[in-house]
């Protein structure tokens, strides 16, 4: 269309019906946010089984990690400690979510996952659900080591 972006704006993120724009491989695109709002906005949002996994992750962070703070960031619920900084993210794809921690490498066991960032593990949660007793331990040791500061709100 001639004289608009191509890109997708804040505004545009919600569809004329109210439903989410799902972004590719299914993660819903959501407005940068703080808080535990925008974040279950997101929650809700996640395709199919998906949204299940999302609200027993975000449960499992709240009951292990009472004080967290949240936010949603590049379309994505990020969780961290005032002062501290973020610790851990989520994000949708086609058949998994993927659940990053960003200081992974210092975690024991270390999650299976690694790539460029010699920080960050990670490990994909697929449909069969995931070890919430590892996952717990994961969430504990994560927010207990300083995290990232790389965006405003900690």
Same mark, same amino acid.
């Given at each position: 269309?001639?004289?608009?972006?191509? #890109?997708?704006?804040?505004?545009?993120? &919600? @569809?004329?019906?109210?439903?989410?724009?799902?972004?590719?491989?299914?993660?819903? @695109?959501?407005?940068?946010?703080?808080?535990?709002?925008?974040?279950?906005?997101?929650?809700?949002?996640?395709?199919?089984?998906?949204?299940?996994?999302?609200?027993? /992750?975000?449960?499992?962070?709240?009951?292990?990690?009472?004080?967290?703070?949240?936010?949603?960031?590049?379309?994505?619920?990020?969780?961290?400690?005032?002062?501290?900084?973020?610790? /851990?993210?989520?994000?949708?794809? &086609?058949?998994?979510? #993927?659940? &990053?921690? /960003?200081?992974?490498?210092?975690? @024991?066991?270390?999650?299976? *996952?690694?790539?460029?960032?010699?920080?960050?593990?990670?490990?994909?949660?697929? #449909?069969? *659900?995931?070890?919430?007793? @590892?996952?717990?331990?994961?969430?504990?040791?994560?927010?207990? /080591?300083? *995290?990232?500061?790389?965006?405003?709100?900690?």
């Amino acid at each position: 269309m001639a004289g608009r972006s191509s #890109k997708k704006s804040a505004e545009d993120a &919600t @569809q004329a019906d109210g439903n989410v724009v799902l972004l590719s491989g299914g993660n819903p @695109q959501i407005a940068k946010a703080d808080g535990d709002a925008p974040v279950q906005a997101y929650i809700a949002a996640m395709p199919g089984w998906k949204s299940d996994v999302g609200r027993r /992750l975000d449960e499992l962070i709240v009951r292990t990690v009472p004080n967290v703070r949240k936010a949603v960031r590049w379309n994505s619920p990020w969780y961290g400690i005032e002062g501290q900084g973020w610790f /851990l993210s989520t994000h949708v794809f &086609t058949r998994y979510v #993927k659940v &990053t921690f /960003l200081n992974g490498a210092s975690l @024991q066991p270390g999650p299976p *996952g690694s790539g460029k960032d010699p920080d960050a593990r990670w490990v994909d949660v697929y #449909k069969d *659900g995931f070890d919430e007793a @590892q996952m717990s331990e994961w969430v504990r040791q994560s927010a207990a /080591l300083p *995290g990232w500061d790389g965006f405003d709100t900690l």
